[in-house]
């Protein structure tokens, strides 16, 4: 039987956050893109042919990283209801890993245009890899840690992942900031060895992880004939039914999709942009995201605070409104200077309303027995948010051959997130008034 609140245990799985946080931050984050950008660039042309197609570099780059969490959201309850079923919930956890780490590896035979098919297939197999494990990791919590001290644990994971990529990032860009002098002619050699470093890391301390966690949460149950494989894709039906009765939380979920649609979309797009639109070079992109990784700790306290003075969707509101002027004003960015103010807001807003969404989203939960169900419904919201917003993006850029309007477009969604999120507070004033009545 798995023993709850051990501390060797809950070390052992913190230390897949500091694993798996080096892809989020190298591949997704900081130094993919921009060498995506500059080796798929011709002169002045940015287009490049794949599958018979003439497309925009960056266009491709956007819908093939949405199609990766298309996929994602589509299998995770199918694999969620393997794994509940043949209790073996770290073979999985183990599988996409290795998938993602030995993709992330795979790229550092990506050397430009003739090896764009490397190039894409590996960044769509390591973010398979990194969201597939992820849900197997999340399982875990539960399992390991009693409920009085999820949240702390959880927050331990969140700051091995946090100190575990920034030390990456940061090892990688004191070598590229030193290209010169290490005597390296070949401008490709580090950004690879950093995506090669990458996947090393992340499957060596995964082992710490492997080694300490029991092969499954639980026993494996009887299968009841193939109907089993279903069962993720009805607990996920039964969660909707729920909601539908639940007033506030049926509008506060649409607003979530439409603004987390817009949030995740900017952060993976973000370093795209500063290369292509603003012509940063990869220092500059590595030097900015790793800064927004520190100011959005303070934009954390910040919104949390925030919160706390005047209520959880009044500080997302403000949040969802200031992610809006940043679209708004990113159209109008043409200068390295107005980029890093920009990025400053994007840091503040970041940090906050991640967190932030998930705590009131938990608040709103109905008293159930079936927690995990719900945030399982969560999850799958969001990877169909990140996808559509990415697919959206991507399609924008190839039609008109500028990141400037897609954005802009984003606007939109934030737009139609804070229509929602107004809604949700005059519901939750309303029953307020009710109560004092």
Same mark, same amino acid.
């Given at each position: ?44 042309? $940015? ?10 570099? /960056?266009? #491709?780059?956007? =819908?093939?990283? *949405? ?45 430009? *245009?003739?090896?764009?098919? =490397? @190039? ?8 398979? @890899? ?7 990791? $999340?399982?875990? #919590? ?23 990529? /920034? !030390? #990456?990032? =940061? #090892? %990688? ?6 290209? &010169?002098?290490? @005597?390296?002619?070949? *401008? !490709? ?34 299968? %009841? ?22 007033? +506030? ?15 995740? !979309? +900017? ?30 700790? *303070? ?12 209520? %959880? ?49 938990? &608040? ?6 079936? %927690?995990? @169900? ?8 969001? &990877?169909?948010? =990140? ?7 991507? /399609?924008?850029?190839?039609? !008109? ?37």
């Amino acid at each position: 039987m798995l023993l709850k609140n051990d501390r060797r245990t809950i070390r052992a799985w913190t230390m897949y956050d500091w694993a798996n946080s080096s892809y989020a931050l190298v591949i997704n984050s900081a130094i993919f893109p921009a060498y995506y950008n500059s080796v798929t660039r011709q002169g002045e042309n $940015n287009r490049v042919s794949f599958l018979g197609f003439d497309v925009e570099n /960056t266009a #491709l780059y956007s =819908i093939a990283l *949405g199609l990766s969490f298309g996929i994602v959201a589509l299998l995770s309850p199918l694999l969620s209801s393997i794994s509940d079923y043949a209790g073996n919930q770290r073979s999985f956890m183990q599988f996409f890993c290795y998938l993602g780490a030995l993709a992330c590896m795979a790229l550092f035979f990506f050397t430009g *245009g003739d090896q764009l098919g =490397i @190039g894409i297939a590996g960044l769509m197999l390591a973010t398979i @890899g990194y969201s597939g494990s992820i849900v197997f990791y $999340n399982a875990y #919590l539960p399992a390991i840690a009693d409920e009085a001290i999820q949240d702390r644990v959880s927050a331990q994971g969140y700051a091995m992942g946090y100190m575990g990529a /920034t !030390t #990456l990032l =940061i #090892l %990688n860009l004191a070598f590229i900031l030193n290209e &010169k002098s290490l @005597g390296i002619e070949d *401008g !490709t050699l580090l950004p690879r060895l950093a995506f090669l470093s990458t996947g090393l890391w992340w499957m060596g301390f995964a082992q710490i992880t492997f080694r300490r966690l029991p092969h499954g949460i639980k026993a494996a149950r009887p299968r %009841n004939g193939g109907r089993f494989l279903l069962h993720g894709y009805e607990e996920l039906l039964n969660v909707w039914r729920r909601i539908r009765s639940e007033r +506030v939380l049926r509008n506060f979920l649409p607003a979530f999709f439409f603004y987390i649609m817009g949030v995740q !979309t +900017v952060m993976f797009m973000a370093a795209s942009f500063g290369e292509k639109e603003i012509k940063l070079p990869m220092a500059a992109l590595i030097a900015t995201v790793l800064s927004l990784e520190y100011i959005a700790i *303070g934009g954390a306290y910040l919104f949390a605070a925030l919160s706390k003075r005047f209520g %959880n969707v009044p500080a997302l509101m403000l949040a969802v409104g200031l992610w809006l002027c940043i679209c708004i004003g990113a159209y109008f960015i043409y200068d390295v200077w107005s980029f890093f103010v920009c990025a400053f807001f994007i840091g503040i807003v970041m940090g906050g309303i991640q967190s932030l969404s998930r705590s009131t989203y938990a &608040k709103m939960i109905p008293a159930t027995e079936n %927690n995990a @169900g719900f945030f399982s419904f969560y999850d799958v919201c969001e &990877k169909v948010a =990140i996808m559509l917003g990415l697919l959206m993006f991507g /399609t924008l850029d190839q039609m !008109t051959g500028s990141m400037r309007t897609s954005i802009f477009a984003l606007g939109i969604w934030f737009a139609v997130g804070l229509v929602f999120l107004w809604r949700v507070h005059r519901l939750r004033m309303q029953t307020f008034n009710k109560t004092m009545e």
